[in-house]
């Protein structure tokens, strides 16, 4: 193999990018744009979620209960309403996700301390939405019950009790806050970089062939191994400028610090781009055809980047057959790597597994691609 031969065919790729305003765009703005996009419109995290209050006690203890929900982040009371039918339309319109429902009798069960039960409805429409909403709700009412509990007690005793208690004290490593954003954008950049890298390369060798191009290259004494990977340095260089783009978005716009190596990062980063753009030119190898190339691409990249790499939906809820399908989607080792990096600041040896899973990946698709490409016109 000639460097100097690998160094010309990747300056006229460089040159055809530069020229080709379709290729800059699929390169760099459309990832920015999905950056930004996914950035801002995906999020995990359940807050504000919309209230309607229907206190028929009037009492100063329905006040307080509805306090504990109106004083909490993850509630935005909308209005009082004064009938289910009220409720009904609130929800159906979705102007409310979950009521509040405070009996009658409320404020006279609680002063005389018997068991009294308030009635929680909610929108199970939306399972998630439902399902965090409940939980906020069960806390809120649990911490108002274990206060009247304890004034009871006191007003029983006339004294402060002295009760066993259990102080839970948990403490968050890495994601602290429990942001969804922090957990999302790292998975977003190895979805990004699988599609956006596999896409552009699978056009390349086609677009050789359909362009007439392909019979002056056959021409030349370059070798299958030396074409290829002229035609991966442009894209693996478009992809770096990608990453770039995507670790600066992140912690400048987003504010989503880098904890890890940035060396690490970058390294393996390279790696996966070397298997993914060398899977979008065995693509364009045996298709020879720029619409069929990319529409392939797409299939092979982006469903099973969103749905099977861990980016969104947990790879352990997943059926066992599906889970089995996952170990070959190369973008849930990197999702991994990447959040390693970004959130725990793990380091090489940790990783190790993942890492040469992806060594195998970019080896077997590098080889397959100059072991496909033929010098012949046929």
């Known amino acids: 193999m000639k460097p100097y031969r690998v160094i010309a065919v990747a300056r006229k790729e460089f040159l055809h990018v530069i020229r080709d305003p379709r290729s800059m765009g699929m390169g760099i703005g459309i990832p920015l744009l999905m950056l930004f996009l996914f950035g801002y419109a995906l999020s995990l995290d359940v807050d504000r979620v919309p209230l309607v209050v229907w206190d028929q006690s009037g009492t100063h203890a329905g006040r307080e209960l509805t306090s504990r929900f109106t004083g909490s982040r993850y509630f935005s009371l909308q209005r009082h309403t004064d009938t289910y039918r009220d409720i009904e339309r609130a929800i159906d319109s979705r102007k409310a996700v979950i009521a509040l429902v405070i009996p009658r009798d409320f404020g006279r069960s609680v002063e005389a301390g018997r068991k009294t039960s308030v009635q929680v409805i909610l929108?199970?429409?939306?399972?998630?939405?439902?399902?965090?909403?409940?939980?906020?709700?069960?806390?809120?009412?649990?911490?108002?019950?274990?206060?009247?509990?304890?004034?009871?007690?006191?007003?029983?005793?006339?004294?402060?009790?002295?009760?066993?208690?259990?102080?839970?004290?948990?403490?968050?490593?890495?994601?602290?806050?429990?942001?969804?954003?922090?957990?999302?954008?790292?998975?977003?950049?190895?979805?990004?970089?699988?599609?956006?890298?596999?896409?552009?390369?699978?056009?390349?060798?086609?677009?050789?062939?359909?362009?007439?191009?392909?019979?002056?290259?056959?021409?030349?004494?370059?070798?299958?191994?030396?074409?290829?990977?002229?035609?991966?340095?442009?894209?693996?260089?478009?992809?770096?400028?990608?990453?770039?783009?995507?670790?600066?978005?992140?912690?400048?716009?987003?504010?989503?610090?880098?904890?890890?190596?940035?060396?690490?990062?970058?390294?393996?980063?390279?790696?996966?781009?070397?298997?993914?753009?060398?899977?979008?030119?065995?693509?364009?190898?045996?298709?020879?055809?720029?619409?069929?190339?990319?529409?392939?691409?797409?299939?092979?990249?982006?469903?099973?980047?969103?749905?099977?790499?861990?980016?969104?939906?947990?790879?352990?809820?997943?059926?066992?057959?599906?889970?089995?399908?996952?170990?070959?989607?190369t973008a849930r080792y990197f999702v991994t790597i990447l959040r390693g990096i970004y959130l725990k600041d793990v380091g090489l040896v940790v990783m190790a597994g993942q890492v040469a899973l992806l060594v195998a990946f970019a080896a077997l698709v590098l080889g397959l691609s100059v072991r496909k490409f033929r010098k012949r016109i046929e």
Do not use: C
């Open 123 to 329: 929108d199970g429409s939306d399972p998630n939405t439902a399902s965090f909403a409940l939980g906020y709700a069960e806390r809120a009412i649990e911490g108002y019950s274990r206060d009247i509990a304890l004034r009871q007690i006191r007003r029983t005793l006339g004294s402060e009790p002295r009760l066993p208690a259990l102080d839970v004290r948990p403490r968050v490593w890495f994601n602290t806050d429990m942001v969804s954003r922090n957990y999302i954008f790292p998975g977003l950049i190895a979805v990004i970089m699988m599609i956006i890298a596999a896409l552009l390369t699978s056009l390349t060798v086609a677009r050789e062939w359909e362009t007439g191009t392909m019979e002056q290259l056959i021409s030349t004494p370059l070798t299958g191994g030396e074409l290829i990977l002229g035609k991966l340095v442009p894209y693996v260089t478009i992809g770096i400028i990608d990453l770039v783009l995507s670790v600066v978005v992140g912690e400048f716009i987003f504010d989503i610090p880098l904890r890890g190596s940035l060396a690490l990062l970058f390294g393996l980063s390279m790696l996966f781009l070397v298997g993914a753009l060398s899977l979008g030119i065995l693509l364009s190898i045996i298709t020879r055809n720029q619409f069929v190339a990319s529409q392939v691409a797409l299939v092979a990249t982006m469903l099973p980047a969103f749905l099977l790499s861990g980016f969104i939906f947990p790879i352990d809820t997943m059926p066992a057959a599906v889970r089995a399908i996952t170990h070959i989607v």
